[in-house]
T-cell receptor, first 114, second 113 residues
Framework: AQSVTQLDSHVSVSEGTPVLLRCNYS??????LFWYVQHPNKGLQLLLK??????LVKGINGFEAEFKKSETSFHLTKPSAHMSDAAEYFC????????????FGAGTQVVVTP | NAGVTQTPKFRILKIGQSMTLQCAQD?????MYWYRQDPGMGLKLIYY???????DKGEVPNGYNVSRSTTEDFPLRLELAAPSQTSVYFC????????????FGQGTRLTVV
């Protein structure tokens, strides 16, 4: 069984300040972990993925995430928020026994203020 | 590159009507999925397919049916629409079982009244 908990449903940041989105996961097998972003009325775009290689993963648009097995966490960060980062972010887990089925967290809504 | 294409983008159905949501991918992916997205709930898996002729239920399959006659197409059928099926539906596809993540379509916003 696998599950994902996103610890914040809403995050508000000022433009130019760091962004931290927190995600904890639970998995019976070695997980693959992903962050997806969804802009308003749009589909989902893959930001980055962890698949058992380097624990610090860099993605698009300056985002990165660190896989910490001891803490079962996969937090997403960005050093400096941009107005275009306002969107909903989903932490997602998958395992090799699950036929690629993705288990989504509930999402974190990010608001960026000028 | 078309990727994953869903049609229609929007639809309003009356209770008891039927419809098919279309999904096509041109990336030769074996794995395809249907998810629904409800506010504050993330995405829930409805059905998935690991190849042509092979489908299986996901987390929330009741009220839906699927078929996979070709690698490219994975339609989702609603037989008797109910208000609880008001949602945004996403089709996705992936190449391997878990390592690559999935590519998503733009979604179909369905309202049942």
């Amino acid at each position: 069984a696998q599950s994902v908990t996103q610890l914040d449903s809403h995050v508000s940041v000022s433009e130019g300040t760091p962004v931290l989105l927190r995600c904890n996961y639970s998995s019976s097998y070695s997980p693959s972990l992903f962050w997806y972003v969804q802009h308003p009325n749009k589909g989902l775009q893959l930001l980055l993925k962890y698949t058992s290689a380097a624990t610090l993963v860099k993605g698009i648009n300056g985002f990165e995430a660190e896989f910490k097995k001891s803490e079962t966490s996969f937090h997403l960060t960005k050093p400096s928020a941009h107005m275009s980062d306002a969107a909903e972010y989903f932490c997602v887990v998958s395992t090799t026994d699950s036929w690629g089925k993705l288990q989504f967290g509930a999402g974190t809504q990010v608001v960026v203020t000028p | 590159n078309a990727g994953v294409t869903q049609t229609p983008k929007f639809r309003i159905l009356k209770i008891g009507q039927s419809m098919t949501l279309q999904c096509a991918q041109d990336m030769n992916h074996n794995y395809m999925y249907w998810y629904r997205q409800d506010p504050g709930m993330g995405l829930k898996l409805i059905y998935y397919s690991v190849g042509a002729g092979i489908t299986d239920k996901g987390e929330v399959p009741n009220g839906y049916n699927v078929s996979r006659s070709t690698t490219e197409d994975f339609p989702l059928r609603l037989e008797l629409a109910a208000p609880s099926q008001t949602s945004v539906y996403f089709c996705a596809s992936s190449y391997s079982s878990s390592l690559t993540g999935a590519f998503f379509g733009q979604g179909t916003r369905l309202t049942v009244v």
